[in-house]
């Protein structure tokens, strides 16, 4: 036993000497990214362990009180956290899909060295570099039900109009498409951009042994490209999740709750109920939710990523 425990000592004592010369060896490059952890432990980790603190509180911004698991066993009875919860979900799902599916698509398509294929570039990609304000402000303008350009278009076909943000059936609809309609250009050049790294010498292999288009873009493209689509899901994800600004500007969570979100509720209840504590479980929720829907895109959708 007496040699045993020496040489578990001697081989602690070995292994924290290698860190001592491992952080001896390189200190420029320490102090390099240094101001990088620095700026995660005061902008992201201390904030994330502050509302968890404050989760556990009942803060109003003049005093605090601690409530233990109060505000995370309200929310099991709060009708508005499900709708909520239900409307990002929807929102995540459907724009994440769209987005992906059309931006591979078009990218294609794109990829295609055509007259004026630049230009059709620039032009899906510039609603991306937009001021979500400034997008949300034209389509309320597009949708406005009595001279809207929407309705127009309908009642040209010998459709009847929408009340495309006033009608709970269509709110969340019309969201959705204008954030896909802001997002998709970012994904069609980030696609092209995998697409023309592909090297050519596949498709002429796969061609002289007989493969179709059909068969070389499901066989040689789709793989070739994973690890892309896997990046648009994984920032896709996150991004849709907090959607929050077209939402604030063009519905306010309505018409009857049709269009909050986990975002919207947590500004409602955090400014303008000035429930802090309750808005921060509401966000710790948001962030679990986060963080099980990505751990599970990197076990299950990353598997041979970095193999193709």
Known sequence: MANIALDRTIKLKAAAKKRSRKLNSDPIGYAL?????????????FPIAYNLYLSFTNYNLSEIKWVGWSNYAALLHDQFFFISMKNTLVYTAVTLTVTVGLGLIFAVLLNYRLYGTKWIRLSFFSPHVTSMVAVSMIWMWIYEPSHGIANSLLEALGIAGKQWLYDAKWALSAVIFTSVWKALGYNIVIYVAGLQSIPRHLYE????????????????????????????????????FNVFEQI??????????????????????????????????????MLLAIGLITAANFRFGGRGSTNA
């Open 33 to 45: 990214i240094l101001p990088f952890y620095l700026f995660l432990a005061v902008f992201v980790l």
């Open 248 to 285: 604030m500007i063009m519905t306010d969570g309505g018409p009857l709750h049709s269009t909050t979100t986990l975002v919207h509720q947590i500004y409602i209840r955090a400014f303008q109920q000035f429930q802090i504590g309750y808005a921060a479980s509401l966000s710790m929720v």
């Open 205 to 240: 292999a796969a061609a002289v042994d007989g493969a179709g288009g059909l068969r070389q873009f499901f066989h040689i493209t789709i793989p070739q490209i994973k690890p892309i689509t896997f990046f648009l899901i994984v920032t896709g994800l996150i991004h849709n």
